[in-house]
Each structure stands twice: as structure tokens, then as C-alpha cells.
């Protein structure tokens, strides 16, 4: 009886040391998962001369550009600036490089990155176009080309502060009363 114990275990071990290699083999293979897309490692960011990063409002829209040296492209959104439609909005967001020779000549040897959001349409481009004297100005480093700007228009290096008047009660809009009846 004895004997036939020790056999039962023995084979009980054959049996468990099978079982624990199979089960052994799928974890070895779970420690080492599939690469795929997600696990694949990003590129090194391109290492870019200095960046001037300014801002420019407009009613309810704020415009951000950079600028760095590049090869004269000027974004708006990630939407090439000559592309714009319609030509008005195009025109009132390139405006500050019709002012100065000296402007325009810095924008043709650098990269310009402009965001905006917020706002209407319109007030976009002001705000664009407000940001881009803005950016120009700082990289030139010449306050000859700010006082040009401010001679043309002085919008497009100083914001426009005013905001929309909150509603009232008592009616319809900020300062307008509901009519009152008699009869």
C-alpha cells in the first residue's frame, strides 16, 4: 500500500510538472506582447531655432502666432494663408506685410504659425492680422517698423479692449426696455 501511494504521487507530479509547463509557456509569450502602432516609439522633435510666441484679440477671438526661421509660409490654422477664402478675410490678415518693405522681407525668410479661435469670421481675421504685426514687430527688433505700424493703424499692435455689454432684466437686450401699455 505503501508502494502504491508513493506511485500515485509520483504520477501526480509527472502530471502537475506537465501541467505547469503548458500554462508556463502562454505567460512567457503574454511578458512579451506584439508591437504594434501605439507601441512604436515617436520620432525626436525637430530642434527649432528661437520661437517668439504673441497674441492678438479681437471681440471674442484670440489669435496666437509664432514665428520661426523658415521659408517664408505663413499659416492660419494649418491652412496656408494664400489659400484663405473669401479674398476680403485673406487681404485684412496679410495687411501688416503690405506695410513695411522691411516686414515683408522678414515674413519671406521665416515660418509663421498662426491659431485662432473663438469669435466670428471676421473678428478671426483681426485677430490674425493683429498678432502678425505683433510677431513681426518682436522679431525685427527695430521700433522703426512699430511706429510705422502705429502710423497706419494703430489697431494692429494695440487690442481692442471692448467686449459685448451684458443682457439686463427688464429687457430684450442691455440698454433696450420692453414697451410698456396703457390700454
Known amino acids: 500500500m505503501i508502494y502504491m501511494a508513493e506511485e500515485k504521487t ?15 509557456s502562454p505567460k512567457q509569450k503574454q511578458e512579451a506582447p506584439k508591437k504594434t502602432a ?3 516609439k515617436k520620432p525626436a522633435a525637430k530642434v527649432r531655432e528661437s520661437v517668439i510666441t504673441v497674441r492678438g484679440k479681437r471681440k471674442r477671438a484670440i ?5 520661426v526661421s523658415g521659408s517664408g509660409i505663413i499659416r ?8 484663405i477664402k473669401p479674398s476680403d478675410l485673406r ?3 496679410l495687411e501688416p506685410l503690405l506695410v513695411s518693405e522691411k516686414a515683408s522681407e522678414l515674413a519671406a525668410r521665416s515660418d509663421i504659425e498662426i491659431f485662432v479661435k473663438g469669435g466670428g469670421s471676421s473678428g478671426q481675421a483681426q485677430a490674425a492680422r493683429s498678432a502678425l504685426a505683433k510677431v ?12 510705422k505700424y502705429m502710423d497706419y493703424d494703430r489697431a494692429l499692435l494695440v487690442d481692442d479692449y ?10 430684450p437686450k442691455a440698454r433696450a426696455r420692453f414697451q410698456k401699455s396703457y390700454r
Not at 489669435?63 to 514665428?67: D, F, N, Q
Open 136 to 147: 513681426i514687430v518682436a522679431a525685427a527688433g527695430d521700433d522703426s517698423l512699430r511706429k
Open 76 to 83: 492660419v490654422n494649418r491652412i496656408n494663408a494664400e489659400l
Open 162 to 171: 471692448r467686449r459685448v455689454e451684458p443682457k439686463k432684466f427688464k429687457g
Open 10 to 24: 509520483d504520477s501526480l507530479n509527472k502530471e502537475l510538472n506537465e501541467f505547469s509547463q503548458v500554462k508556463e
Open 91 to 93: 487681404n485684412i490678415i
Open 63 to 67: 489669435a496666437r502666432a509664432s514665428i
Open 38 to 40: 501605439r507601441h512604436k
